[in-house]
């Protein structure tokens, strides 16, 4: 009791010690409280505008540096390796496409507002993401158990993160529907296990064949890239 009125009287001090402001001074101080208030109410709907523009642009620097590093083919010889690297560059291209598209889908129907974590959940998305073509490219060169392996566990993380951004992202824009939030969150718990057991099988594979696990890896996200996606659909009948 002494201690908070204590408190109470030191506010009371501070308070009579600061001069009244002039009506000029008052008008630019609610200006920039309106203005605070309002940059507060929409900072999470303008991050997840800036996260969606950032993905945009590293995704399209991910591609831009793979096929920079293609080499003009300056004899005969350098034909053959010429084709391989357009024919490996074709192939990272549509795999990230298809991560690119399904971030863009996520940002577009499931998260209205961002925080700090869908943040954080997007960028280590984005970094797994950009070492996809440097392992399709190692598989491409030398394919082995080890680099078909380690280009899963690249990819698995690829789409845990994209999930993880999903949930958090959910999350952000519904804080409060408890129910939906349970529904999303065993939902998210299905998908994250079909998501393990299809890259266990497909790592299992690669031990004993891994020329097969390489093509599974590279054929998977091309298949469902060019795949129709009626999601949109589905929803838009769920509303009505």
């Given amino acids: 009791m002494i201690t908070n009125k204590k408190k109470e009287l030191a506010r009371k001090r501070a308070e009579r010690s600061l001069q009244p402001l002039s ?6 101080w609610d200006q920039l409280s309106q203005y605070r208030e309002k940059a507060i109410k929409e900072s ?4 997840a505008e800036h996260v969606m523009t950032f993905n945009d642009g590293v995704i399209a620097i991910i591609i831009t540096i793979v096929l920079v590093e293609i080499a003009d083919p300056l004899s005969k010889s350098a034909y053959q390796d010429f084709f391989s690297q357009i024919f490996i560059y074709l192939i990272s291209f549509f795999v990230v496409a298809n991560f690119w598209y399904e971030i863009h889908y996520t940002f577009s129907f499931h998260i209205m507002r961002a925080g700090k974590m869908t943040m954080v959940c997007d960028f280590a998305f984005l970094a797994n993401l950009s070492l996809i073509p440097v392992m399709t490219k190692w598989i491409m060169g030398d394919l082995s158990v080890l680099s078909v392996v380690c280009y899963g566990i690249v990819y698995f993380l690829v789409q845990i993160f994209e999930l993880a951004t999903e949930i958090v992202g959910m999350r952000s824009s519904l804080p409060h ?18 998501l393990f057991l299809l890259n266990l099988v497909f790592i299992l594979i690669s031990f004993v064949q891994p020329r097969l696990g390489m ?16 999601r949109s659909q589905r929803t838009r009948k769920g509303d009505k």
């Fill in 177 to 194: 529907i408890k129910t939906f939030r349970k529904f999303w969150g065993r939902f998210s718990w299905l998908r994250f296990i079909w």
């Fill in 215 to 230: 093509i599974l890896y590279l054929a998977f996200p091309i298949i469902n890239f060019v795949m129709p996606d009626n």
């Fill in 23 to 28: 009506p000029e001074e008052q008008s630019e």
């Fill in 44 to 47: 999470g709907t303008k991050l």
